[in-house]
């Protein structure tokens, strides 16, 4: 018999029986859409914690930073050990080129943070750190209007959240006193930099009329500098990344700007000096970043970091622990959607088993006529599987009904503070859903086929 023939055959036994076969295929799917549903809640959870790991630095970049933590305020002498401790891991110019040529290392940018004070008009923004990164680094930041810097520029990229950081000198009010925002133009007038913190601090507590109460002579006011922002991070002021709250600038440029702000030899704030106050003789970075070619290679090159000595950390050490806890909600949530289709199973069987009571007498004729026992197991097989194929085709399309009335109610915008969908299927999902429902149908009709095919012939045909 060919297989047109059975397929024909068992078609038109599902439609002799109308009303029967559609409560089976109803089980079906409700079973499948249960299912799909479910995984597609557990993969958008996956893909929403994913894309938030990613929004706070990319997984392929690892932060760097010397076992002293915050590169400086450490006493040393002659670069040897102090108080009898081990000696710091500073990160120089010499251990960034050190990082650059490790195995699986595209790049490296060193990092240096420093604490100034930048004015524009009446407002002042105290303690507001500049960041001197590579132009690596620069070209992650995500702009919203301007330009990057130029390799040795001095040009500025302001966060997106930086203007709540400037006061009104004159009142000492700022954005969380009147919850106004400061009348500050990054881009349409320059700003005025103090980078000698410590001196324009001295200066300020220094009595009026130019002479200290103690008669001590008065520390001079620090000159300030004229920069101007170049490019300004994207977003506004509700929006957070981890390029909102500072300012940045090309480490080259930086450098270049320190150099006129300090004389040589003269202790940096911020940077590590010897037991006698006075500068290294090198400049010492905040941290570094290094980047890695793929991301089944960043604990691989973050272990050897942390091997010799420094402290390391990245997006994929949150990525681990997340997937985890999302794999956990998929299987969880797969496993009751899959209690459904077990249910609908448990009805195909049920289904095809009363088939063969009502058709025994059939079922003896075509065994009598000399039909082969596959043809009749087939037959069954065919006819059950068919059922699954019907509802997981139809329980796709509620899926995607659910799923859109889900995403459309549901604002992961409020819940994870990123944009996007909260049950998503994918095209392989749904395929895999109408493969599973045939096999699961194809399955719960293998009983009853044995069944058929181990009747026998005489005795069927005399029932009645």
Not at 12 to 31: E, H
Not at 181 to 186: I, K, T, W
Not at 293 to 309: F, N, W
Request: proline share 3%.
């Amino acid at each position: 018999m060919r297989i047109s023939d059975l397929l024909t055959m068992s078609i038109n036994n599902l439609r002799r029986r109308k009303l029967r076969t559609v409560l089976t295929v109803l089980g079906v799917i409700i079973g499948t859409a249960s299912i799909v549903v479910m995984v597609s809640l557990g993969i958008g959870l996956n893909e929403m914690t994913m894309e938030q790991i990613t929004s706070y630095g990319s997984l392929t970049t690892i932060d760097v930073r010397s076992n002293t933590g915050y590169g400086g305020a450490v006493a040393v002498e002659g670069g040897g050990s102090s108080g009898g401790s081990a000696e710091p891991n500073y990160i120089t110019d010499q251990v960034i080129e050190q990082f650059s040529r490790m195995e699986h290392v595209t790049g490296v940018s060193p990092v240096l943070d420093m604490n100034v004070v930048m004015r524009q008009g009446v407002y002042e923004a105290q303690y507001l750190t500049l960041r001197g990164v590579s132009q690596a680094y620069l070209e992650q930041i995500p702009l919203g209007e301007g330009k990057l810097p130029k390799p040795g520029d001095t040009g500025l990229v302001v966060g997106n959240t930086v203007i709540q950081q400037f006061s009104n000198a004159k009142t000492g009010k700022g954005y969380w006193d009147t919850m106004e925002l400061p009348d500050v133009d990054f881009m349409g007038q320059p700003l005025f930099v103090i980078f000698d913190m410590d001196a324009y601090f001295q200066s300020q507590s220094g009595a009026s009329g130019g002479s200290s109460e103690d008669g001590a002579e008065p520390v001079k006011p620090p000159k300030k500098y004229m920069m101007n922002a170049v490019g300004m991070v994207e977003g506004d002021i509700e929006t957070w990344n981890s390029y909102s709250y500072y300012v940045y600038m090309d480490i080259d440029g930086m450098k270049s700007q320190l150099a006129r702000a300090f004389r040589k030899g003269t202790l940096i704030p911020g940077q590590p000096s010897n037991k006698r106050g006075k500068a290294l003789g090198y400049l010492v970075y905040s941290s570094a970043q290094v980047y890695v070619d793929d991301m089944e290679h960043v604990d691989e090159v973050q272990k050897s970091l942390a091997d010799m000595g420094f402290q390391v950390s990245s997006q994929m050490d949150w990525l681990e622990s997340s997937r985890q806890q999302s794999n956990m909600v998929q299987a969880v949530l797969g496993g009751i959607g899959a209690v459904s289709l077990f249910v609908a199973a448990i009805g195909i069987a049920n289904t095809m088993m009363m088939s063969i009571y009502e058709r025994t007498k059939e079922i003896g004729v075509m065994k009598v006529l000399g039909c082969d026992m596959g043809n009749i197991r087939n037959m069954f097989l065919i006819e059950s599987g068919f059922i699954g194929f019907m509802g997981g085709i139809v329980g796709i399309g509620l899926s995607f009904a659910v799923s859109f009335l889900v995403n459309h109610f549901v604002s992961m915008a409020q819940i994870y503070g990123v944009e996007g969908n909260l049950s998503r299927i994918p095209p392989w999902l749904a395929l895999a859903a109408v493969g599973f429902a045939v096999l699961v149908g194809m399955g719960a009709g293998f009983i009853p086929a044995i069944r058929a095919m181990a009747l026998s012939p005489l005795a069927a045909i005399r029932n009645e």
